[in-house]
């Protein structure tokens, strides 16, 4: 069976400014979206608070879950109906950090049992102290940086054989975030400036396969960032581990076409770098539809059975396959022809002056 | 190549052979005796998200325990000073950081810098200059000394925690320190998480102290306080309407004696009212100052305060030896059990504050397993189907691939020790979508060579030859995430990327070596004519 004929020739790199209009277009719109909603919406394991899950034994509607709520003082938490239909399933979110959070999950049940009488069920208490929401936020965002960063390095060294390079690339990141967070920058922040820096050592190091996949990366966690604030969704400690995975998937999917570029450029050395890559996009294209297949149809089959907890966090893989494998034939490869455009023309002008 | 078929398939038959020992613990209950003397016997150590408990963290407020050793410190150097006659006009705790001290008489300075040397090796003595002529000084606390106070409480407070769950009866909890004074503690399978959360959050500082009976209580709610007294409440909830009374006492700061002599506790019920009430036995030393205190005191008031509420206060009527005391209130019986749980294990050295929960019931727990594993089956079934139908017979080698590949990643969970969690269940089902990529891969570049006219045995050489270098670079990338995940990540999202590295590594090897073995059988040994693929 193929899917894709042998010989086909698609012109992806010709379309690229439609790509890209496309890309800077979503980018804009989540950026839009964080700063309409005033930012990433930060679930208790980053914005401190407790959430409780309560299994009832007949459907409620929130308001009389919130009129039961009114006993102990917590009537201005968010109620939301969760998992499946005819489960009666509810999550309550408190929110306030200022209050006590010890004991807020028996508060909510003793609260429950009174209003409802016997057949409730806490089935999840999850209580996270503003301390710890602030630490875990710092792990996380840490967490990204550090991946990205050994990816770049790895990628530089592996493609472009230029370990030193890559290791002066480590040694100076390594500096500026240690410089910077000792003026006690919020680790955000920190982020930021490490990522701009990183693109910016790619670009002057002339890393340009690092630059590329490292620019796609970013591009795919930027766009399920922002169909999470588009479809309300939080943003939990799982939902973090979801994000490093779609960077490792991103990757796989752009080092796989890199490859092939990179062998395809020694093998065809007439040909024009956009013939070249063409040629290696589309090569490689049954594959990439291939395991993009399957890796959706397994994530999908976990989105709709695999239950409530795990659900946005097959969400998240979801969008990021998706705008994976987008991003490793639209975005990371036409950045390889622009920056050979651009250095061509410097070239150029070299020569004229 | 084919000469050395017959060692791969051994190694492979020895690595399915081992991957199955280390998996039989897991999937049945009771294994035969010879087993477990000789075969490994752990099984697949589950999250608590998966089989329900709790998971706390605590953090000790060590800062209080620097406090309490000062205060201590203060008691010591007022009994010096008495004892070498030297008069003080102020002697307090600054803060955390030591103590001030102001001698009445210049003369003393000297020998009560002798005296400070000798006897307080963790201060630092700061004679300051007074206009006044009066010989003050600081004794500044050594940041040594006081990190290993610090380091001490969360010590203490981890083993009196630890005292108190084993007594509390919890199977396999797992309690360990962590940095910036913090505990972690993992319930599994708990039943009464309210309960065994108060039990380990509760200080259960107990002290007696005198009421003071020259000055009324009123008189000092008004502010004005007698020097060395303080006021304390009694906390009363009414059973019926559940209100909250407060009863103001007046007692003597100094505590007379504490919980740390106490070598039991235990529950026992009151004939008269039929009530469970908490009886303590004191050690020696214990009984001595009970004995002496209660003879000095008779017809006075000796109030109990259980962490600075006041739980009773009764009037002293006659001199008790013998070193028992009880404690009473309106107890419920886990209630007056707790108590004593918490009295025989001791005092934490500081307050604890629990900052982080995660419950889960076991139900839910349950509820994730089932739906876990049915999604895997569920999309695993379709790619197997789908890549049979894509690759023909090819795409069965995979999937057989993809078979081991489950097997290595569970085995591997055992053989590790890892924990499986939901996110870890996430991680499989992830895994067994991308773990195909790498045959893909493989099958893509063998097609690419058929269709170049080689034949099925030059074609396979190739087609892995060609596709190693880009599945190695493919996979190292991700695995490099997994890794960085598992350094950074905590609990749940650990066993992920604990799942997801070990699925990386298994489809590496499913998908190179193995796959080869049967292609190397099939066309080589059997020199098959076509391929199908």
Known sequence: MEFIKPGINIDFIGKRKIAFALSIMMIIATIILLIWKGGPNYGVDFSGGVLVQAKLDQKRSPADLKAALKSVQLQDSMIQEFGEEGQFEYLVRVRKTDIELTGIGDKVKQAFLAEFGQGVEIRRIEMVGPKVGEDLRQKALFAIFYAILFIAVYISGRFELKWLMSIVMALSLTFVVYVTSSFGMSVTWLILIAMIVTLGLCWFLKLKYALGAIIAIIHDVTITMGAFALTDREISLAIIAACLTIVGYSLNDTIIVFDRIRENLRRYRRRTFEDVMNLSINETLSRTILTSTTTMVVILALFFIGGSVIHDFAFAIIIGIIVGTYSSIFVASPILLIWDGTFAKSRKINKAS | ?533
């Open chain 2, 1 to 533: 190549m084919v000469k050395s078929l017959g060692w791969r398939i051994a190694i492979i038959l020895f690595t399915i052979v081992a991957a199955f020992i280390y998996l039989t613990p897991s999937l049945t209950d009771d294994l035969p005796a010879w087993w477990s003397s000789i075969l490994p016997e752990d099984k697949i150590h589950l999250g608590l998200d998966l089989q329900g408990g709790m998971h706390l963290v605590l953090e000790v407020d060590s800062l209080k325990a620097v406090e309490g050793h000062l205060e201590r410190v203060v008691e010591e150097i007022k009994r010096d000073l008495r004892k070498n006659k030297i008069r003080y006009m102020e002697l307090k705790r600054l803060g955390t950081d030591g103590i001030a001290l102001t001698l009445m008489r210049m003369d003393d300075k000297d020998t009560f810098s002798d005296l400070a040397e000798a006897n307080y090796p963790d201060f630092e003595i700061r004679p300051l200059d007074d206009e006044q002529k009066r010989s003050a000084f600081h004794l500044i606390f050594l940041p040594k000394a006081k990190t290993h106070i610090m380091k001490m409480a969360v010590d203490q407070a981890l083993e009196t925690i630890r005292n108190r769950i084993d007594e509390f009866g919890v199977s396999e909890p797992d309690i360990r320190p962590q940095e910036n004074n913090r505990i972690l503690i993992q319930l599994p399978g708990i039943k009464e998480p309210g309960r065994a959360m108060a039990l380990i959050g509760r200080t259960a500082l107990l002290e007696f102290k005198l009421v003071d009976e020259e000055h009324s209580v009123d008189e000092a709610l008004k502010g004005n306080i007698p020097p060395g007294d303080e006021i304390l409440y009694q906390v009363t909830t009414d059973s019926k309407t559940g209100r909250q009374s407060k009863i103001p006492y007046l007692l003597k700061k100094r505590t007379v004696l504490t919980g740390e002599y106490i070598t039991d506790a235990k529950v026992q019920i009151d004939n008269q009212f039929n009530e469970p009430y908490v009886s303590l036995v004191f050690d020696s030393r214990g009984a001595k100052l009970f004995t002496e205190i209660t003879g000095q005191n008779i017809k006075k008031r000796l109030a109990i305060v259980l962490d600075k509420k006041v739980n009773s206060a009764p009037v002293i009527q006659d001199k008790i030896s013998g070193g028992r005391a009880q404690i009473t209130g309106n107890y419920t019986m886990n209630e007056a059990r707790d108590l004593a749980i918490v009295l025989r294990a001791g005092a934490l050295p500081a307050p604890v504050k629990i900052i982080e929960e995660r419950t889960v019931g076991p139900s839910l727990g349950k509820d994730s397993i089932e739906k876990g594993f049915k999604s895997m089956l569920i999309g695993g079934a379709i790619v197997i189907i789908f890549m049979a139908l894509y690759y023909g017979l090819s795409g069965v080698i995979a999937d057989l691939a993809l078979f081991l590949n489950v097997l290595f990643i569970m085995a591997g969970l055992a053989f590790f020790g890892a924990t499986l969690t939901l996110p870890g269940i996430a991680g499989m089902i992830l895994t067994i979508g991308m773990s195909v990529d790498a045959n893909v891969l493989i099958f893509e570049r063998i097609r690419e060579e058929l269709r170049l006219g080689k034949t099925p045995r030059a074609s396979i050489e190739g087609g892995y030859g060609k596709a190693l270098v880009t599945i190695l670079d493919a996979n190292i990338t991700t695995l490099i995430a997994a890794l960085v995940l598992f350094q950074f990540g905590t609990g749940p999202v650990k066993g992920f990327a604990v799942t997801l590295s070990i699925g990386i590594i298994a489809s590496l090897v499913t998908a190179i070596f193995m796959t080869r073995i049967v292609f190397d059988y099939l066309y080589d040994k059997r020199r098959l004519k076509k391929i199908s693929i």
